[in-house]
């Protein structure tokens, strides 16, 4: 079976300071996909990146990067300098390639709040 | 603006009443979704559409009724719900269901109130 975790339950910071979002995750299978979504207080979830199990790069957008360790099972998520905007929850998620491709297993987000 | 419509946004509704949740994609996607979400809580899998045709339910009560129409549009009719059924139901579409690489895209979602 399938696991994201995102022990980051809530973070607040003040606005300008960098901030890393963890996601750990498990999984049996060789190919299978990782993603980040935002949700911000409107409801609708934003798609941020994929990145594949073979795919090891590293991705930097704009202010947002993200690092992808497969030693480690992390996908983890870097915002730099900040904003309100970034308000929001981030979910990192899980989907296969094979059998449950269509099902994602979503982990429980972690709230980011930041500070003017 | 999110490329996936639903309609309506918010809903009250008492647990007798009959209703509908409806949503809307231009994309061409050919596999959409429909999650429920609780506060604080990811979004859980109700249904999945591929090709217009239901190829998962997740043991979803049958008060909750999925249709698709057609490849852009998919419909939950809902009957006899239960307070425990408050929720925002969200809505989403990908471009295929052949490969997990496909993102989701989703809508603003309908937050949903029973009496």
């Known amino acids: 079976a399938q696991k994201v975790t995102q022990a980051q339950t809530e973070i607040s910071v003040v606005e300008k300071e960098d901030v890393t979002l963890d996601c750990v995750y498990e999984?049996?299978?060789?190919?299978?996909?990782l993603f980040w979504y935002k949700q911000p207080p409107s409801g609708e979830l934003v798609f941020l990146i994929r990145?594949?199990?073979?795919?090891?790069q590293n991705e930097i957008s704009g202010r947002y990067s993200w690092n992808f360790q497969k030693s480690t099972s992390s996908f983890n998520f870097t915002i730099t300098a900040s904003q309100v905007v970034d308000s929001a929850v981030y979910f990192c998620?899980?989907?296969?390639?094979?059998?449950?491709?269509?099902?994602?297993?979503f982990g429980t987000g972690t709230k980011l709040q930041v500070i003017p | 603006d999110t490329e996936v419509t639903q309609t309506p946004k918010h809903l009250v509704m008492g647990m007798t009443n009959k209703k509908s949740l409806k949503c809307e994609q231009h994309?061409?996607?050919?596999?959409m979704y429909w999650y429920k979400q609780k506060a604080k809580k990811p979004p859980e899998l109700m249904f999945v559409?591929?090709?217009?045709?239901?190829?998962i339910n997740e043991s979803v009560p049958s008060r909750f009724s999925p249709e698709c129409p057609n490849s852009s549009l998919l419909n939950l009719h809902l009957h006899a719900l239960q307070p425990e059924d408050s929720a925002l139901y969200l809505c989403a579409s990908s471009q295929g269901a052949g490969t997990g690489n496909q993102p989701q895209h989703f809508g603003d979602g309908t937050r949903l109130s029973i009496l």
């Open positions: 999984t049996r299978d060789t190919t299978y996909y």
């Open positions: 559409y591929s090709y217009e045709k239901l190829s």
């Open positions: 994309m061409g996607h050919r596999a």
């Open positions: 990145r594949n199990s073979f795919d090891e």
């Open positions: 998620a899980l989907r296969l390639n094979s059998g449950g491709y269509q099902k994602v297993t």
